[in-house]
């Protein structure tokens, strides 16, 4: 069975660090990736996609995420964090042929601290 | 304004009593889902709809019932809830369940005593 996997359940940091989050993805076919955000008390948001192309997509509010095929990764990135990037950060993967399920990560709650 | 609305947001239920979760969306989307948040799980699919009279089981269907009379409307029904239903559940909606992003509506919390 397809399976998604967020390493980081949760990540602290200061204002302006770096940021990476994890994501694998167990599924050796083609795959459309996702990245959801929920900021807190708030339903979920696409923050990016990646379905074919350039593998390094470029999200809103500065995020970007690179995918590595032969990793089977989607990892999330942002230069520099702001305290209102405080949420709960979701990787999605959906095979792009057969069930249009969506496979969700557990979730990897960041903190910025400011 | 395009949205995806759940009714009710709040619910506190027995187990056994039947419950609906409605959901809607007003943006013409054929394809709609339903997701239950679970803290440590993240989001599991439970149902999905291509379309009107088509659905088709997600992840964790077990204790729920879909039903896709129409386009806009996509309700969620406990037919005999228990405990383990207890749940943050989100409804959600796109075009065509294809390329394009999932909108998803702001979710029914529900305790199930």
């Known amino acids: 069975a397809q399976s998604v996997s967020q390493h980081n359940h949760h990540v602290i940091l200061s204002e302006a660090a770096s940021l990476e989050l994890g994501c694998n993805y167990s599924?050796?076919?083609?795959?459309?990736l996702f990245w959801y955000v929920q900021y807190p008390g708030q339903h979920l948001q696409l923050l990016l996609k990646y379905f074919s192309g350039d593998p390094l997509v470029k999200g809103i509010k500065g995020f970007e995420a690179e995918f590595i095929k032969s990793k089977f990764s989607f990892n999330l990135r942002k230069p520099s964090v702001q305290w209102s990037d405080t949420a709960e950060y979701f990787c999605a993967v959906r095979r792009d042929t057969g069930r249009r399920a969506l496979t969700f990560g557990s979730g990897t709650r960041l903190q910025v601290q400011p | 304004e395009a949205q995806v609305t759940q009714n009710p947001r709040y619910l506190i239920t027995v187990t056994g009593k039947k419950l609906t979760v409605t959901c809607s969306q007003n943006?013409?989307?054929?394809?709609m889902s339903w997701y239950r948040q679970d803290p440590g799980l993240g989001l599991r699919q439970i149902y999905y709809?291509?379309?009107?009279?088509?659905?088709d089981k997600g992840d964790v269907p077990e204790g729920y019932k879909v039903s896709r009379k129409e386009k806009r409307n996509f309700p969620l029904i406990l037919e005999s809830p228990s405990p383990n239903q207890t749940s943050l559940y989100f409804c959600a909606s796109s075009l065509s369940g294809g390329y394009e992003t999932q909108y998803f509506g702001p979710g029914t919390r529900l305790l199930v005593l």
């Open positions: 709809s291509m379309n009107v009279e088509v659905t």
């Open positions: 599924y050796g076919g083609t795959v459309n």
């Open positions: 943006m013409n989307h054929e394809y």
